[in-house]
Every structure is written in structure tokens, then in C-alpha cells.
């Protein structure tokens, strides 16, 4: 069983509430997913994160195929860190940790993705020529997205 690892960091010039405010709260999701993949909740989006919070929501990752995505937020500590992690969707494991440290001058957010590809060898050749590619190109649109809202230090 092979588990993966994406590890991003990214710093902009903003403060820590106002991170903290616009990384918790599920629905700007779909502001920082690329629109192609067709990003809409279908519900649990309607209060602030709070562990055991389950949002469901449709995206379109690959070959305008639709999937339906459930994760469960099971860890937040106000002001440094959530965790979520699928509980029903394209992988065998997602196991997403947002962490937010303040700065000199903004903040530093880091991402940890801990996940497991579905179909065994086929899945783990899969991988490197479409998976992390994607994955890699999702990453790149948040933080450029983060710049542009934000901007970058």
C-alpha cells in the first residue's frame, strides 16, 4: 500500500483572523478550485467549521467525469489548524491537514495531504502521469488564486 505525500506552503500579508476566516469556512472551496472542475457543495456548508462538520459536494477532477466528494472536518483548533478527511470519494484515503502561523508581516499557511490512489498497481502507475499532475495543478491555482486575492510576500 502505497500513501503519498503533497506538502505546500505559501505566505501572504494578511493577518491571522483574517486567513483563519477565509480558510475555514467551506464555501470558499470553490474560489480557490479551478472552475473546470465544476466545484459546487450540496450541503454542510452552512455553519462555521466545527469537527465532525460532513460536506458533501460534486466536482468534475478528470474526463468530465462527475464525483461526488464527503469529507468530515475531524480536528480544528481556532486560529492554527483543521483537518479533513474523505470519508467518500475518488480516493482510498485524503487526509488533509490546513495549518495557519502567524508571521512577520502575514502569515505562512501550510498544506499536508496524506492520500492513497484506489486500484492498487494500477492506481500507483496512474499516479505520477495523471494524479500528481492534477493534484500539483489544483495546489498551483490556490495559491496563485491566494495571490491574487491577498497578495504575496
Known sequence: MKIYT????????????QAW???SNPKNLKTITPDYMGFHIL???????YPGQIIQYIVTPVLGIKTKWVTEITHV????????????GPYS???HKHFINEIDGGVEMEDIVDYKV??????????PI?????LDEIFEYRRNKLIELFGEM
Open 118 to 127: 484506489p486500484m492498487g498497481i494500477l492506481g500507483q502507475l496512474v499516479h
Open 77 to 88: 483548533k481556532d486560529l492554527e489548524y483543521f483537518v479533513d478527511e474523505q470519508r467518500f
Open 130 to 134: 495523471l494524479v500528481k499532475p492534477k
Open 93 to 95: 484515503l485524503w487526509h
Open 43 to 49: 450541503s454542510g456548508a452552512d455553519r462555521p467549521m
Open 21 to 23: 476566516d477565509f480558510l
Open 6 to 17: 503533497l506538502h505546500a506552503k505559501q505566505r501572504v500579508p494578511i493577518t491571522l483572523q
